[in-house]
């Protein structure tokens, strides 16, 4: 099975960016579609972008979409998620998952990383 690790979340004003990464180990992430999803206090978690498992397919919320961008770096067997243009209202615990290319749900889930934007 594959572990997750989020890093790169922190404070930063809006209008800002931040990188996130997602780092895998113990399988290879070629053999998963890998998703950011984020939790606000208070709220349901939520999908935030997706990268299937050849790194060729995206998709993307529609809150974040123009302002996000996720992509692979197979040789780090890591995901990243880029974000600009930050707004208040994207702070929350952003959280990486994987599902394997069989397509039967997100199966494994990184502890999460907190993303805090002000004003």
């Known amino acids: 099975q594959v572990q997750l690790v989020e890093s790169g979340g922190g404070l930063v004003q809006a209008g800002g960016s931040l990188r996130l990464s997602c780092a895998a180990s113990?399988?290879?992430?070629?053999?998963?579609?890998v998703g950011w999803f984020r939790q606000a206090p208070g709220k349901e978690r939520e999908f935030v972008a997706r990268?299937?498992?050849?790194?060729?397919?995206?998709a993307y919320a529609d809150s974040v979409q123009g302002r996000f961008t996720i992509s692979k770096e197979n040789a780090k067997n890591t995901v990243y998620l880029q974000m600009n243009s930050l707004k208040p209202e994207d702070t929350a615990v952003y959280y990486c998952?994987?599902?394997?290319?069989?397509?039967?749900?997100?199966?494994?889930w990184g502890p999460g990383t907190q993303v805090t934007v002000s004003l």
């Open positions: 113990g399988r290879t992430l070629s053999a998963y579609h």
């Open positions: 998952a994987a599902e394997p290319i069989s397509g039967r749900g997100y199966d494994y």
């Open positions: 990268i299937g498992w050849n790194g060729y397919t995206t």
